[in-house]
Antibody, heavy 120, light 112 residues
Framework: QLQLQESGPGLVKPSETLSLTCSVSGDSISSSSFLWGWIRQAPGTGLEWIGSILYRGSTYYNPSLKSRVTISVDTSKNQFSLKVNSVTAADTAVYYC????????????WGRGTLVTVSS | QSALTQPASVSGSPGQPITISCTGTSSDVGAYTFVSWYQKHPGKAPKLVIYEVSERPSGVSNRFSGSKSGNTASLTISGLQAEDEADYYCCSYTGTTTSDIIFGGGTKLTVL
């Protein structure tokens, strides 16, 4: 059964870079049927799509975050990663990784999420 | 890119039906059948309850149904149960190479 697990620092200082990794187990990340995405939820707010990536490296980003976000994939490790530059308190959120069905654009499997706090 | 518009809250009594609306534009909800809905309990990961406007994943109760008319999609839960109390989010494909996905602002469902 496919599982996704987020990992990375839970505390990041303002102006630094937030880095998270999503490890995929139970199946290969190298399938053209899926995109792999990052979604976040800041305290008291709704879900916000950050971006998605295909195993070959094609990326799609939320326009509001595009200038600060990079999503990459490492097929040899069956992982994909998120970097957010120049973070502020507004980037404090629970970050989820998820599998996106490419043909129909819905998220069918999610990680449990990881809380990242931006604070000095 | 503005979020899809959902009511902030809805409520209903056990056994009653409720409907949550999700309004977008002719570029997202109105243009594609790629509308999905997610149930989110506090502290838990979102769970897919509807995809492609009205399709129900295996294991999701048939009390959940979806529909779409023009630029507005809807999620209906019939026979409300206490366990349905959660936040619900709609999501749509936007069809642009620079964006792709947009979520609604979320609706808090309270079972009275």
């Amino acid at each position: 059964q496919l599982q996704l697990q987020e990992s990375g620092p839970g505390l990041v200082k303002p102006s630094e870079t937030l880095s998270l990794t999503c490890s995929v187990s139970g199946d290969s990340i190298s399938s053209s049927s899926f995109l792999w995405g990052w979604i976040r939820q800041a305290p008291g707010t709704g879900l916000e799509w950050i971006g998605s990536i295909l195993y070959r490296g094609s990326t799609y980003y939320n326009p509001s975050l595009k200038s600060r976000v990079t999503i990459s994939v490492d097929t040899s490790k069956n992982q994909f990663s998120l970097k957010v530059n120049s973070v502020t308190a507004a980037d404090t959120a629970v970050y989820y990784c998820a599998r996106l069905i490419r043909a129909n654009r819905y998220f069918d499997l999610w990680g449990r999420g990881t809380l990242v706090t931006v604070s000095s | 890119q503005s979020a899809l518009t959902q009511p902030a809250s809805v409520s209903g009594s056990p056994g009653q039906p409720i409907t949550i609306s999700c309004t977008g534009t002719s570029s997202d909800v109105g243009a594609y059948t790629f509308v999905s809905w997610y149930q989110k309990h506090p502290g838990k990961a979102p769970k897919l309850v509807i995809y492609e406007v009205s399709e129900r994943p295996s294991g999701v109760s048939n009390r959940f149904s979806g529909s779409k008319s023009g630029n507005t999609a809807s999620l209906t839960i019939s026979g409300l149960q206490a366990e349905d109390e959660a936040d619900y989010y709609c999501c749509s494909y936007t069809g642009t190479t620079t964006s792709d996905i947009i979520f609604g602002g979320g609706t808090k469902l309270t079972v009275l």
